[in-house]
């Protein structure tokens, strides 16, 4: 099997690892009132989306892939200013307490899901080519949030207060932006 080849699985299996886990965590995480989750769930969506253009950059030439990956970094840029806005909005609403227990077990299966994507994406054979790169970005930042999800949703239980997850909530955003300006300098 050619390389080309081994990127296309290896992309398409990535892709439906995060694609599961938007659902997963945008249900979970508007169920148990999660900014946390629902922050996570956005960027599971952005990386999904970036696997599945990264798709179409595959076996193209270093043109088409530095264009994913500035379409890429402008969709993580969308979808972090949409979850500010929902964050403040929270903030500035009637304060709810997230269910911290379903923060802590759903964030717990995507930080292994994230890491088994990370795992196959370090082993790519075409892991130095842009589009990998900005793959790889996007994983390696999941594992990050899903470990402060967690964190969170334990502050969130000691404090009784939801005002942990709305921090995590802003601050996976801005991890986000971060991400994306790095994903847009690989494009130029």
Do not use: C
Not at 9 to 19: D, E, M, Q
Not at 45 to 50: G, H, I, K, S
Request: aromatic share 10%; hydrophobic share 55%.
């Amino acid at each position: 099997m050619n390389q080309q080849s081994n990127q296309r699985k290896l992309l398409w299996a990535v892709l439906a690892i995060n694609f599961a886990f938007f659902v997963i965590e945008m249900s979970t995480g508007l169920l148990s009132g999660s900014m946390g989750l629902v922050a996570d769930s956005l960027d599971m969506l952005a990386d999904a989306f970036v696997y599945g253009i990264s798709l179409l950059a595959v076996g193209g030439s270093l043109l088409q892939k530095k264009r994913v990956a500035r379409i890429a970094g402008y969709f993580q840029l969308t979808l972090a200013i949409i979850g500010f806005a929902e964050v403040i909005r929270r903030f500035v609403g009637a304060e709810t307490l997230p269910d911290f227990s379903i923060m802590i077990y759903v964030s717990a299966l995507a930080l292994v899901a994230n890491s088994v994507s990370l795992y196959l994406l370090n082993k790519s054979k075409g892991k130095d080519e842009v589009h990998m790169k900005a793959s790889m970005i996007f994983t390696s930042n999941d594992v990050i949030i899903n470990a402060g999800v967690i964190v969170a949703a334990l502050l969130v239980r000691w404090s009784n207060s939801g005002l942990p997850d709305l921090i995590v909530g802003s601050l996976v955003f801005i991890i986000v932006i971060k991400a994306a300006f790095k994903i847009l300098k690989l494009g130029k």
